[in-house]
């Protein structure tokens, strides 16, 4: 018998205010049009003056563990992904502890951008598996809005503000591919495209926080292409094909780069969850928010497999299947 975390419990949260992109062209030089012929974004959620990224972090995570039917002193981990923290240090996930009550175990952050999410499930399920923890909680929470130059049309349009969050448990399996939980994950990184997409400050270069900068058209050339790769390393790690997947939860960075990906997967649509038009980019908070989206709603249901893949500055990227 194996360890195995399963996922017994999802939240999300979202700002109050939307920003549509006719509020956006009535400031910068694009339109609704153009916004969403070029990425499928029609809105986004901004946090409010004063929110911070714990804010949004905390409200996820309370609403994931009264999904799972715990409570903060319950867990033994919190892990929070984020790339837009609310201090230098020490790390959002410390605030987010002490938040949600809990006072034992520890809290750490985890920084993958995009990726985070992905990146954060793996560390928690490697805690779990190897016995140190047998329950975390694991959130990917950002405020990209607080990074995003609002005068360039070409990346202040793509992001918004969220938080999403999923409660882990140990549970006993027997090894194999027909186990629920986590079935693997699959993590990559390559420094040499550094700054194609990165935020140019940071307390050891300038002092300042910054501005996000992107690459777009080589961004996107190298997502497709990666995120199709480690979607197949999952699915061979687990002696799987494209069909046994129930539904692919992509980052949703933006549509042409979910319909790519889709096509070198040979996956309809229909199987693809997509909340970009509605969320925009929220980078870590992209992938639990759409998972929690559709746990939610009722098309992912228990005994499903999902594909959870995401990429993100650094390069990074990474893809975890689980059968809920």
Known sequence: MTLRSRIVGVGAYLPVRVVTNEELAAKVDT??????????I???????????TSDLAIAAGRKALEA?????????????ATATPDNTFPATATRVQAGLGMTKGFA???????????FALSVADNFIKSGQVTSALVIGAETFSRILDWEDRTTCVLFGDGA?????????????????????????????????????????????????????????????????????EALVANDMVSDDITWLVPHQANMRILEGT???????????IVTVDRHANTSAASVPLALAEAVNDGRIKTGDVV?????????????ALVRM
């Not at 029609?42 to 929110?51: L, S």
């Not at 799972?68 to 929070?80: R, T, Y």
């Not at 889709?262 to 693809?272: C, V």
């Open 164 to 232: 999403g969050a999923v409660v882990l448990q140990a549970e006993k399996g027997r090894g194999d591919k027909s186990d629920t939980g986590i079935l693997s994950t699959h993590l990559h990184s390559d420094g040499r495209h550094y700054d194609l997409l990165k935020v140019d400050g940071g307390p050891s270069s300038t002092q300042t926080v910054g501005f996000l900068r992107m690459e777009g058209r080589e961004v996107f050339r190298h997502a497709v292409t990666n995120l199709a790769a480690v979607v197949n």
């Open 307 to 319: 594909l959870l893949e995401a990429m993100g500055g650094g390069f990074t990227w990474g893809a």
């Open 42 to 52: 029609r809105q986004r959620h901004i946090a409010a003056e004063g929110e911070m």
């Open 31 to 40: 339109s609704n049009e153009w916004i969403i012929e070029r990425t499928g």
């Open 108 to 118: 750490l952050d985890v920084q993958a951008v995009c990726s985070g999410f992905i």
């Open 262 to 272: 889709g096509r070198k997967l040979k996956m309809s649509a229909d199987r693809i």
């Open 68 to 80: 799972a039917g715990l409570k903060g002193e319950d867990l033994g981990l919190i892990i929070v």
